[in-house]
């Protein structure tokens, strides 16, 4: 069952490139990143209330949560957004669909528990399979344009990839008495109020908000890339670190482009193909094998 969840972010977070999309005319992509991130920040504030887990004190404890929020959040939610101004959602979620292979890289060289096993390698290249048998021949077309926004895209896998690692790091530098759900909570909670605090004085500079006339559809939304796709993804990503590992919990990201051609059929009227339905099957088989440990082989006296 814990397995399934890896399906979770992927998918939501899929989704999210069309909804951005249709938010970015309305909201620059800080603001858009500070209003996502404060619709969490409230809902997580009830729920740490509720559950009495403490917030960190001094900045000694709330430093790395800042650099949490720099690696996981602020930077990379702002980059990709802004990316997405100048390129389409699609080959959007493409490039974000990198991020697996620089997890599997840096967990290898910074994490002495996450070997870079067999199951890991073909769990990866099945995955990677899938996503060229996804894109095909032309999905790059026009690639040499608009690198920048491009490469903006990238970073921001690269970023979150490093957030990831660092993750597990922040986890150790946690109270002891602090477990499961108080844990999860309390670090996501602190995380979301850093990126908060840092994209606030940015977005009041840059964008002035109080300009903005957002439609009522835009700040439905909002609610959904709030709630949906930057809390309840990212829960369930974090708990995906603390029970498989950095390298493993990223393979998720292996259906965010296969979530993005289901969304333009639903939505869009798009035409699914057997190629679609192909390569959501090696996709699907990847993650699958990349969860699975090693077996170990006993030795008859």
């Given at each position: ?61 709330w430093?790395?949560?800042f ?33 697996p ?33 996804l ?24 970023l ?12 150790t ?6 477990k ?50 930057t ?9 995906l670190i ?18 993005g051609?289901?969304?333009g ?37």
């Open positions: 069952m814990k397995s399934l969840l890896l399906l979770v972010p992927g998918i939501v977070w899929g989704l999210s490139f069309i909804v951005v999309e249709l938010v970015l005319p309305f909201i620059p992509p800080i603001s858009l990143t500070l209003a996502r991130t404060l619709i969490s920040v409230t809902m997580l504030l009830l729920l740490m209330a509720r559950a009495k887990s403490p917030l960190p004190k001094g900045w000694a404890e430093r790395p949560f650099i949490l929020a720099a690696l996981n959040q602020a930077i990379p939610f702002a980059l990709s957004s802004w990316g997405q101004i100048y390129i389409e959602a699609g080959l959007a979620s493409i490039l974000l669909s990198t991020m292979l620089f997890t599997m890289l840096l967990a290898f060289w910074f994490m002495s528990d996450e070997p870079l096993t067999r199951n890991k390698l073909i769990g990866v290249s099945l995955g990677l399979f899938g996503i060229i048998l894109i095909g021949p032309t999905a790059f077309k026009g690639i040499s344009t608009n690198v920048v926004a491009q490469l903006a895209v990238v970073a921001s896998a690269l979150y990839s490093i957030g990831a690692i660092y993750t597990r790091y922040v986890y530098l946690q109270p002891k008495n602090l499961g759900w108080t844990l999860r909570l309390r670090i996501i909670t602190a995380q979301f109020v850093a990126t908060g605090i840092m994209l606030i004085p940015f977005s009041l500079l840059i964008d002035k908000p109080w300009t903005l006339r957002p439609e009522l559809a835009t700040l439905f939304y909002l609610l959904f890339l709030g709630v949906g796709v809390l309840l993804a990212s829960m369930v990503y974090f708990y603390e029970q498989f590992g950095a390298a493993i919990a990223s393979t998720t990201t292996y259906l965010i482009p296969v979530s051609v289901l969304a059929m639903l939505f869009l009227k798009e035409r699914l193909t057997l190629t679609m339905v192909l390569a959501l099957a090696f996709i699907l088989m990847g993650i699958f094998v990349a969860n699975q440990r090693p077996r170990r082989v006993s030795k008859a006296l």
